[in-house]
Nanobody, 111 residues
Framework: VQLVESGGGLVQPGGSLRLSCAASGFTFSSYTMSWHRQAPGKERELVASITSTGGSTNYADSVKGRFAISRDNAKNMVYLQMNSLKPEDTAVYYC?????WGQGTQVTVSS
């Protein structure tokens, strides 16, 4: 299993970023996928998840209405669209297909 995140960076408060996760080494369309994040000094937390068909999604209360998870089973990709970003969204964001993790991508929200 390989999960490779991309799309992180520095963005101003109120801005947007789209994270991507390229998955390989397994039957992507059979698995729930999720995004997690870990801020400095804090535990890793679930941000959003999406079922294998994309028919159901789940979000942390802190990101509801601002973030959107999606997937493309033809391309073995999962995405996290992040809008109205806040400084408290600053963290390393990880893609996960239980129990595997990607290497993470840094998102920094700062003016």
């Amino acid at each position: 299993v390989q999960l490779v995140e991309s799309g992180g960076g520095l963005v101003q408060p109120g801005g947007s970023l789209r994270l991507s996760c390229a998955a390989s080494g397994f039957t992507f369309s059979s698995y729930t996928m999720s995004w997690h994040r870990q801020a400095p000094g804090k535990e890793r937390e679930l941000v959003a998840s999406i079922t294998s068909t994309g028919g159901s999604t789940n979000y942390a209360d802190s990101v509801k209405g601002r973030f959107a998870i999606s997937r493309d089973n033809a391309k073995n990709m999962v995405y996290l669209q992040m809008n109205s970003l806040k400084p408290e969204d600053t963290a390393v964001y990880y893609c996960r297909r239980w129990p595997h993790w990607g290497q993470g991508t840094q998102v920094t929200v700062s003016s």
